[in-house]
């Protein structure tokens, strides 16, 4: 089956340290993304690619890094920067269009 | 600046009743719409779209309404179900959104319980 999965499920930082979340589709989409879910507040836009080895900030990026060393993956790397990760972290892809399908989702908590 | 807004955090109905979650938007230029299903701790599901130039899509027990002189859309769910019991965010895509080929700016959500 097609899809996007996202591990883990829930993650765990400790103060100063970075993390990786990630994001792999079987959908043969160009087009990835991050988005940040936060209680009460709709998705927000922290990184999007078009294309391999290339992607741009969205709304957000601070705090954030990511890589697009192949078309199938995108990972989202939480720096320590980020003083506020505590959050539900969301990977999409597209096509051409505009409809986003989207992952599972990582729940980032802060020890 | 919120561009897409969801007044309603929150609407509870009766099974087999009627749901109408509403949607409000400010830019104009905004060329397509959509409505996401989201189940807590999963990712959203898409639901149903329609584009600038129609007034009315529908999906089975989904339609979904725009009135572009009153930049509004609303979806209408019926009859309602327990299972659709879920958060509803409202989309609209940008098509004038940097480089991206893909711009959606998401409303803040509107969780529905339907009761049994």
């Not at chain 1, 990511?66 to 003083?83: D, G, H, M, W, Y």
């Not at chain 2, 098509?95 to 009761?115: C, D, E, R, S």
């Amino acid at each position: 089956d097609g899809g996007i999965t996202q591990s883990p499920k829930y993650l765990f930082r400790k103060e100063g340290q970075n993390v990786t979340l990630s994001c792999e589709q079987n959908l043969n989409h160009d087009a990835m993304y991050w988005y940040r879910q936060d209680p009460g507040q709709g998705l927000r836009l922290i990184y999007y690619s078009q294309i391999v080895n290339d992607f741009q900030k969205g709304d957000i990026a601070e705090g954030y890094s990511v890589s697009r060393e192949k078309k199938e993956s995108f990972p989202l790397t939480v720096t320590s920067a980020q003083k506020n990760p505590t959050a539900f972290y969301l990977c999409a892809s597209s096509a051409s269009g505009e409809k986003l399908f989207f992952g599972s989702g990582t729940q980032l908590s802060v020890l | 600046d919120q561009q897409v807004k969801q007044n309603s955090p929150s609407l509870s109905v009766q099974e087999g009743r009627i749901s109408i979650l509403n949607c409000d938007y400010t830019n104009s230029m905004f060329d397509y719409f959509l409505w996401y299903k989201k189940y807590p701790a999963e990712g959203p599901t898409f639901l149903i779209s329609i584009s600038s130039i129609k007034d009315k899509n529908e999906d089975g027990r989904f339609t979904v309404f725009l009135n572009k002189s009153a930049k509004h859309l609303s979806l209408h769910i019926v009859p309602s179900q327990p299972g659709d019991s879920a958060v509803y965010f409202c989309a609209a895509h940008n098509p004038n959104y940097g480089g991206a080929t893909n711009k959606l700016i998401f409303g803040t959500g509107t969780l529905l319980a339907v009761q049994p």
